[in-house]
């Protein structure tokens, strides 16, 4: 008797036994992909995790469908991985399965929509519940059927998903890809008629009475005669310094022939690889300490100020790994991820490098995993974003996490909730390699983990260039009001800087941690705000449609005119946005161009690419923006950057507020002044002497560390202590609280201390669901697996209660 034990890709907690023959059991690998029955009816992709001759001891095996593979998808490595993830992040193989697979490989997988942006919609042609989809996909790039299903609160949705993709609405998955567009390169060459000499001959007769199309038709063939390639028409007309008006009439005439070719992102056609750039003295240093801090550590921190050079000491790490025939996982957030970047290494690597992110379609994301899985030498550098850890490497050697203290490393929803760079440098340690983490604003954790001694260090203090820190002034915007020195949310001081800046011809960028134009409405009269009315939380006003939205939902109505308690017409718009700040620049700089980068401005695949483009190449004087600003941009004539209110971040309720402030201003700082002369940057705050704002303005982040951690001490928090988040969710309110009671009250039993809430969180309704949070802190002593299991112990009588079967709980560890 042989049996195979799969990995199934729903949340089953266990491995799943099915009978194989003996001919099955002499082909079939770990690794190797099956088709299975599940249920009354289902068939499932399963992945094979063990084969072995043990029976099944409470249920009958059934037998496979078919065999998938004729070799393995998913390498051992990959499996052993895929449990540590498994165990640590408190979820199923399954889980991390069909996180890691790309779609194409599971060909049941669930079915993601999002909203069609090529098409507009009129919205009065949409019945009511089409309009709710239409409405949370505005605020969602994508759903899930079972979102669906959650929001309409109704079983059978399928009809109305057809039918919102008749109407073209939506997209479902597959189709979003399918429409990658591919930049498109234009290339020109002579017509063939004029192949033949003669022909050629009575041409160049022809254009003697144009001497200029005459040049460009002579200089044409003599490029084609020296380089055997495709002559773009930027070459072209570069080359035989004509204008494009006179290749276009050459075109018109038909002498010339132009048409385009794809230039595929994945795939890189480039000329000569570019030599790497000579280090210069401080970057040598730091590459000498990284290799001897390798002799000794596996994970070493590199600390360096913005605009140091970090990336060009990458550059030279990887090409000492690849020369050895091994690769390299290069992580960046998302949103770093951009073609600055990518052509940077492309430039030196040529078509080693291959891009892996969330937005590249499942064909292409299946073309990489296969390079990969083969060692191929198209992919021998990955350059990705948090699910590239998740590639079948098979010689690895070297990882790199980038802005390793960015936040956007570890996902919420849905499980696996995994730390990309924790993730990575277990993966590195399967392989025996060594992870470098950069920032030039290290989390607090990293730090401490160089202070324990399980990380090495090495700093970097000066910019490459020599260039000095940005001088960084803090506005006191209280007194600035007393004082009348406000023009709407500018202080005089920043219509300074912004007005010489301007003159001496260099960009602005302006920060502001919020997006929409004035989120919150407040009746001056009674205070009442507008409420959804299907989550707990306030309505945010947008300028651009005159409505009331809110951002958890996609619920929304039209702007009120009068307060619905009071009713009362004093109506104020709290706080503002990025759009109002756009708004104001446009007034008080009226000659000059100014751009938004927000959640709002860069929907579509390339929304943000174009902005990063048109504020590179100057189109764009100031760009206002939010967070989505400081994600390693290389901008090179940013003299000033404007924080315009920073007391918002430092108010945020979190115990990581004051770290992420800190972090987040000194990156966007960062931006200003990056080439030869000193950037300036603006802080306006109602609280200049706020530590943290002291501890910007100086660069010192070491006297942050230390303070953040004696903070974390003191509140029991991580590093020091480790956290793990349970979320319970249910319609009912009270179901939720008497679930929640039960699950707190159990987990005291065991641990006495260090149980935090069940707690409502600051949105305690969202979609209709009620949400309650516990916390278990996990001090160091405590054995972290020895909590997990008792916390699993505790969720499986959670379940056997029948009362709570229809409750959800989230186990998130390390939440952030
Ligand atoms: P960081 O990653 O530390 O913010 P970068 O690697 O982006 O810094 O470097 C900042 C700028 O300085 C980039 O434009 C980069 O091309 C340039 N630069 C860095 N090191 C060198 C070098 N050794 N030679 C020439 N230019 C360099
Ligand atoms: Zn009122
Ligand atoms: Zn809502």
């Known amino acids: 008797m042989h049996f195979i034990d799969v990995i199934l890709p729903i949340p089953l907690p266990k491995l799943f036994t099915y009978s194989i023959t003996e001919a099955e059991a002499g082909f079939l690998k770990p690794g190797m992909r099956v088709s299975v029955p599940f249920g009354k009816a289902k068939i499932y992709t399963a992945l094979v995790f063990n084969i072995h001759g043990n029976?099944?001891?409470?249920?009958?095996?059934?037998?496979?469908?078919?065999?998938?593979?004729?070799?393995?998808?998913?390498?051992?490595?990959?499996?052993?991985?895929?449990?540590?993830?498994?165990?640590?992040?408190?979820?199923?193989?399954?889980?991390?399965?069909?996180?890691?697979?790309?779609?194409?490989?599971?060909l049941e997988s669930e079915t993601v929509i999002s909203k069609n942006y090529d098409?507009?919609?009129?919205?009065?042609?949409?019945?009511?519940?089409?309009?709710?989809i239409y409405e949370a996909l505005l605020h969602q790039t994508s759903l899930k059927i079972h979102d669906i299903v959650s929001i309409l609160n109704k079983k059978n949705v399928l009809p109305l998903i057809k039918s919102l993709l008749d109407k073209q609405v939506i997209l479902v998955e597959e189709e979003i890809y399918e429409k990658y567009k591919p930049k498109l390169v234009r290339y020109v060459k002579l017509h063939s008629k004029f192949s033949s000499e003669k022909n050629l001959q009575d041409l160049l007769e022809d254009l003697s009475r144009a001497p200029k199309q005459r040049e460009v038709v002579l200089t044409l063939f003599s490029l084609s005669a020296q380089i055997k390639k495709p002559i773009k028409v930027s070459e072209l007309t570069e080359k035989s310094n004509t204008s494009s008006a006179i290749i276009k009439s050459l075109i018109d005439k038909n002498i010339?022939?132009?048409?385009?070719?794809?230039?595929?992102?994945?795939?890189y056609s480039g000329d000569e690889n570019n030599p790497l750039k000579q280090l210069n003295e401080p970057q040598?240093?730091?590459?000498?300490?990284?290799?001897?801090?390798f002799e000794t550590y596996n994970i070493t921190l590199l600390h360096g100020v913005t605009s140091s050079g970090k990336t060009e000491i990458y550059v030279k790490l990887i090409e000492e790994v690849i020369a050895q025939g091994k690769q390299v996982l290069y992580l960046l957030p998302e949103i770093a991820l951009t073609t600055q970047l990518v052509n940077r290494l492309?430039?030196?690597?040529?078509?080693?490098?291959?891009v892996f992110h969330s937005k590249y379609s499942s064909h292409?994301?299946?073309?990489?995993?296969?390079?990969?899985l083969?060692?191929?030498?198209?992919?021998?550098i990955v350059l990705g974003a948090r699910s590239s850890v998740f590639l079948p490497f098979n010689n690895l050697g070297l990882v790199i996490v980038d802005e390793e203290h960015e936040s956007s490393y570890k996902q919420f929803d849905p499980a696996p909730r995994y730390h990309a760079r924790d993730t990575a440098i277990v993966l590195a340690h399967l392989f025996n390699c060594k992870t470098l983490l950069g920032s030039a604003t290290p989390s607090i954790e990293s730090y401490y983990n160089t202070k324990l001694k399980k990380y090495g260090l090495v700093e970097l203090t000066t910019r490459y260039n020599d260039v000095l820190m940005p001088d960084i002034e803090l506005v006191d915007i209280k007194d600035k009001q007393k004082r009348k020195r406000m023009t709407g949310h500018f202080s005089d001081r920043l219509i300074e800087e912004m007005t010489e800046t301007l003159k001496e011809g260099h960009q602005i960028i302006l920060f502001q941690n919020r997006r929409g134009f004035s989120p919150i409405v407040e009746c001056q009269t009674c205070g009442h705000s507008p409420q959804c009315p299907n989550c707990d939380v306030s309505l945010t006003y947008h300028q651009y449609k005159d409505e009331l939205r809110c951002h958890y939902c996609g619920y929304h109505s039209v702007m009120i005119k009068t307060c619905e308690a009071c009713g009362s017409v004093d109506l104020d718009n709290k706080g503002f946005g990025t759009e109002q700040v756009q708004e104001e620049v446009s007034t008080l700089f009226p000659e000059y161009k100014v751009a938004r980068m927000d959640l709002d401005t860069t929907r579509g695949k390339y929304g943000y690419e174009k902005i990063i483009t048109s504020f590179e190449q100057k189109e764009v004087d100031i760009l206002v923006g939010t967070q989505m600003l400081t994600k390693g941009l290389d901008f090179r004539h940013v003299k000033l950057v404007g924080i315009m209110n920073a007391d918002n971040m430092l108010n945020f309720p979190d115990f990581r507020a004051h770290e992420r402030s800190f972090q987040l201003m000194l990156q966007v700082s960062g931006r200003a002044g990056r080439t030869e002369e000193r950037g300036k940057v603006i802080i306006q705050t109602y609280n200049p002497y706020h530590n943290i704002l002291q501890q910007v303005s100086t660069n010192a982040y070491q006297k942050m560390y230390e303070e953040q951690m004696e903070e974390r001490r003191n509140f029991k928090y991580p590093p020091l202590y480790r956290l793990i988040k349970i979320t319970i969710k249910h319609r009912n309110y009270n179901m939720v609280n008497v679930a929640s009671d039960w699950y707190a009250k159990s987990l005291r039993i065991v641990f006495k201390t260090d149980i935090l809430g069940p707690e409502f969180p600051a949105v305690s309704r969202i979609r209709n669901q009620f949400i309650k949070h516990i916390i278990v802190k996990i001090p160091p002593k405590q054995s972290v697996s020895k909590t997990k299991e008792a916390i699993i112990k505790i969720n499986n009588s959670f379940f056997a209660v029948k009362d709570f079967r229809a409750v959800r709980v989230i186990l998130n560890v390390d939440n952030y």
């Open 55 to 106: 029976e099944p001891l409470v249920y009958d095996a059934k037998e496979i469908h078919q065999i998938l593979d004729d070799e393995v998808v998913v390498t051992e490595k990959q499996l052993e991985h895929w449990q540590w993830i498994s165990e640590y992040y408190m979820c199923t193989l399954g889980d991390v399965m069909r996180a890691s697979l790309p779609n194409a490989f599971l």
């Open 119 to 132: 098409v507009t919609i009129d919205e009065a042609d949409l019945k009511d519940d089409e309009f709710l």
């Open 256 to 267: 010339l022939e132009e048409y385009f070719v794809q230039t595929d992102r994945v795939q």
């Open 284 to 293: 040598k240093i730091a590459f000498q300490e990284i290799k001897s801090s």
């Open 346 to 354: 492309q430039d030196y690597f040529g078509e080693k490098v291959a």
């Open 364 to 372: 292409e994301r299946v073309e990489v995993w296969n390079h990969v």
């Open 374 to 380: 083969n060692n191929s030498p198209k992919a021998q």
